[in-house]
């Protein structure tokens, strides 16, 4: 059970870190009929994604050492994918609003950045720290751990990246994209909820260590 734990974590890192840049190159033409994509646009939705990534790091690691444990993970995964549904659903009257009220294309772009990308980003971003509380169980393998780990979901997110722009975005409508993208997070996460629903609390490591 413990190996298959680990090989699901894998999993979950790299598909966690392929969703997030095909997010983020899916949200350049989720943007563009309405505020251009001009290379103000592009600075507002890349630093709302990193700035939302970097929020994400910090609280997964947080609530990981507080409370982790595969269910919680699996919840947040599942959160991260009901956000890409809500934005599939309002993002086209959200736009026209926002560019109505904001006609600077600049502003445009980050209050709408910020409201249609920052909160799925700052999940995904808590998924990499989560998932190496969970899976570091010796100080001595700490770093290769998370090593792995983050090569893992940078490998995820050069695959993310290159299926948006060579597959999914010439071939379907981006409100498809976003379903596709939602519906993997969501199994994802149910599967982890369902598959491990008696993983317990990840105690402090470094215990052992301080004894």
Same mark, same amino acid.
């Given at each position: 059970m413990n190996r298959i734990r680990r090989y699901y974590i894998y999993w979950t890192v790299f598909i966690c870190g392929a969703v997030v840049m095909a997010f983020e190159i899916t949200g350049a033409r989720i943007l563009g009929p309405y505020t251009g994509t001009s290379m103000f646009v592009w600075a507002a939705l890349i630093g709302v994604i990193l700035t939302s990534l970097s929020i994400g790091y910090m609280t997964g690691g947080r609530l990981a050492d507080r409370r982790g444990s #595969? &269910? /919680?993970?699996?919840?947040?995964?599942? !959160? /991260?994918?009901?956000?890409?549904?809500? *934005?599939?659903? *309002?993002?086209?009257?959200?736009?026209l609003k926002v560019t109505g009220l904001l006609p600077d =294309?600049?502003?445009a772009s980050v209050v709408a950045s910020l409201i249609l990308f920052a909160g799925p980003a700052l999940l995904l971003g808590m998924v990499s720290p989560y998932a190496a509380r969970l899976e570091i169980s010796e100080v001595s393998t700490s770093g290769?751990? *998370? &090593?792995? !780990? #983050?090569?893992? /979901?940078? !490998?995820? /997110?050069?695959? &993310?990246?290159?299926a948006a722009g060579f597959v999914l975005i010439p071939l379907f409508r981006i409100s498809l994209i976003l379903v596709i993208m939602a519906s993997i997070l969501i199994v994802t996460g149910l599967l982890m909820i369902f598959i491990f629903p008696a993983g317990k609390s990840i105690s402090h490591v470094y =215990?052992? =260590?301080k004894n």
């Open positions: #595969y &269910g /919680s993970l699996g919840r947040i995964i599942v !959160l /991260s994918g009901l956000f890409i549904i809500a *934005v599939s659903l *309002v993002m086209k009257p959200l736009l =294309e600049r502003t290769m751990t *998370v &090593g792995n !780990l #983050y090569a893992l /979901s940078t !490998l995820g /997110s050069i695959t &993310g990246t290159l =215990e052992n =260590e």
